[in-house]
């Protein structure tokens, strides 16, 4: 094969080579799940079916992740006046790590009229990855706060995962070696605004990176090529 060709054939091999790395990246997977919520509430027991979704965002060197409910869920006997009923609740690790991450939002933001399933806002939390590996997110338990009461919300099925990432801990610790038996830290509240460019940088990163290697494949059998002729 001469050098031009041989050059060509290096440099479409190394292109190749960077778009497999990029199609090849493992991504986030996310599934809507069904939750059956029993509510413990101040008048009995009550019970809802809510859709929840769980997504995760890159934030620095961990992940926000935000929790939604698509359906109401419990009501009260009287109306909940606008700021009265605060909402928080927990996500389930599993998988790499282990624990609980809680999440929270603020009060609902309209009066709520009575005997009427609670809307629950969008609740936030960040995720600080302890170990290596895939982690999985499921709805835990729900709490709501209003007029002085507490009603407690257990999932009544076993719904699966909502969210499941593919994480590094700052140490590169994986849950194979690392003894300890601590899972992820968490904080709630509002979050920065974040956007999910971090990933598609570093893939794309990672792919510039075997197109680099190639070209200079390249440009070293160029100059043998040059010497030999010489």
Same mark, same amino acid.
């Given at each position: ?75 009260? /006997?009287?109306?909940? %006046? #606008?700021?009265?009923? *605060? $909402? +928080?609740?927990? @996500? ?7 624990? !609980? ?27 600080? /990855?302890?170990?290596? %590996? #895939?982690?999985?997110? *499921? $709805? +835990?338990?729900? @709490? ?7 009603? !407690? ?36 509240? *509002? ?40």
């Amino acid at each position: 094969m001469s050098y031009p060709k041989r050059t060509a054939a290096l440099a479409s091999a190394a292109a190749l080579a960077g778009s497999a790395v990029l199609l090849s990246a493992p991504a986030a997977h996310a599934d809507v799940v069904d939750v059956n919520y029993r509510c413990q509430t101040p008048i009995g027991v009550k019970s809802a079916v809510s859709p929840i979704d769980i997504k995760g965002v890159k934030n620095g060197s961990g992940y926000t992740l935000t929790m939604s409910w698509r359906k109401g869920v419990s009501s009260s /006997p009287v109306e909940l %006046g #606008k700021g009265a009923m *605060t $909402p +928080s609740a927990s @996500i389930r690790l599993g998988g790499a790590d282990s624990g !609980t991450l809680p999440v929270s939002g603020p009060p609902n933001a309209a009066a709520i009229p009575a005997n009427t399933p609670i809307r629950i806002s969008d609740l936030s939390g960040t995720y600080t /990855p302890k170990r290596t %590996g #895939k982690v999985t997110f *499921t $709805p +835990s338990t729900l @709490i709501i706060k209003a007029l002085g009461t507490t009603t !407690t919300c257990t999932p009544a099925n076993s719904p699966k995962p909502g969210l499941t990432l593919d994480v590094t801990a700052a140490g590169g610790s994986s849950s194979a070696s690392s003894s300890a038996s601590s899972g992820g830290s968490a904080t709630g509240g *509002t979050l920065p605004q974040t956007g999910p460019g971090d990933s598609a940088i570093a893939l794309g990163t990672l792919g510039g990176t075997v197109l680099l290697a190639g070209t200079a494949g390249v440009l070293w059998l160029t100059r043998r090529g040059q010497t030999v002729r010489r």
